[in-house]
């Protein structure tokens, strides 16, 4: 298995623009999650999905973060208008087991927004 | 409030020897402790699981323990090598059940080790 995909890598862009994070779980994990990671709050959850279904949502830091899982093999995250301090590194991880144990986490996109 | 407590401060060892990092906790009551590495760049690869009734958890050179009354958890690696160099985070589990029984995990903010040759 290719493990967790996500893309793109990297992404810079500016104030006011749309950003979509893109991201295909492992095959046959159930459970997807997105988190965004920086020096000052360490690793955050913002959403979390369960059979495609949002479980929890309370870590999206506002109505400008929206994410969408419409089949078991691909998820976005969308920030509009995006913001300077949305700047991070947004990871993807999933999981077989619901119980949101042993995720195996993507490579991470690292979001600049200038 | 909940709060996971992991020594902010890098760790240096020298090779050879056991490195032992700390997790704290305080206002959780976790049926999982959890444990996981992180190179610069990568995202967390998941190392350890130990659940609360189980004391000690060993995995090759790792070990880890979770004393649920001092609410710590100690992970020790021997004969730690240059290429343990890493972060290292310990994740708990709230207890918070949505329906279904889904649990949320919330990750520690991490310790970095460094191992010298």
Redesign the interface.
């Given at each position: 298995d290719a493990g967790v995909i996500q893309s793109p890598r990297h992404e810079v862009t500016e104030m006011g623009q749309e950003v979509t994070l893109r991201c295909k779980p492992i095959s046959g994990h159930n459970s997807l999650f997105w988190y965004r990671q920086t020096m000052m709050r360490g690793l955050e959850l913002l959403i979390y999905f369960n059979n495609n279904v949002p479980i929890d949502d309370s870590g999206m830091p506002e109505d400008r973060f929206s994410a969408k899982m419409p089949n078991a093999s691909f998820s976005t995250l969308k920030i509009q208008p995006s913001e300077p301090r949305d700047s991070a590194v947004y990871f993807c991880a999933s999981s077989s087991m619901g119980l949101a144990l042993e995720q195996y986490f993507g490579p991470g996109t690292r979001l600049t927004v200038t | 409030s909940q709060k996971i407590e992991q020594n902010s401060e890098a760790l240096n060892i020298q090779e050879g020897k056991t490195a032992t990092l700390t997790c704290n906790y305080t206002n959780y009551s976790p049926a999982?402790l959890?444990w996981y590495r992180q190179d610069p760049?990568?995202?967390?690869?998941?190392l350890l699981?130990i659940r609360e009734n189980e004391k000690e958890k060993r995995k090759e050179r790792l070990k880890v323990t979770f004393d649920t009354t001092l609410k710590q958890s100690l992970f020790h690696i021997t004969a730690s090598q240059p290429a343990d160099s890493a972060t290292y985070?310990c994740a708990l589990?709230s207890r918070r059940l949505?329906?279904?029984?889904?649990?949320?995990?919330?990750?520690?903010?991490?310790t970095k080790l460094q191992v010298i040759p």
């Amino acid at each position: 298995d290719a493990g967790v995909i996500q893309s793109p890598r990297h992404e810079v862009t500016e104030m006011g623009q749309e950003v979509t994070l893109r991201c295909k779980p492992i095959s046959g994990h159930n459970s997807l999650f997105w988190y965004r990671q920086t020096m000052m709050r360490g690793l955050e959850l913002l959403i979390y999905f369960n059979n495609n279904v949002p479980i929890d949502d309370s870590g999206m830091p506002e109505d400008r973060f929206s994410a969408k899982m419409p089949n078991a093999s691909f998820s976005t995250l969308k920030i509009q208008p995006s913001e300077p301090r949305d700047s991070a590194v947004y990871f993807c991880a999933s999981s077989s087991m619901g119980l949101a144990l042993e995720q195996y986490f993507g490579p991470g996109t690292r979001l600049t927004v200038t | 409030s909940q709060k996971i407590e992991q020594n902010s401060e890098a760790l240096n060892i020298q090779e050879g020897k056991t490195a032992t990092l700390t997790c704290n906790y305080t206002n959780y009551s976790p049926a999982y402790l959890q444990w996981y590495r992180q190179d610069p760049g990568r995202g967390p690869v998941f190392l350890l699981l130990i659940r609360e009734n189980e004391k000690e958890k060993r995995k090759e050179r790792l070990k880890v323990t979770f004393d649920t009354t001092l609410k710590q958890s100690l992970f020790h690696i021997t004969a730690s090598q240059p290429a343990d160099s890493a972060t290292y985070l310990c994740a708990l589990d709230s207890r918070r059940l949505y329906s279904g029984g889904y649990q949320k995990v919330t990750f520690g903010t991490g310790t970095k080790l460094q191992v010298i040759p």
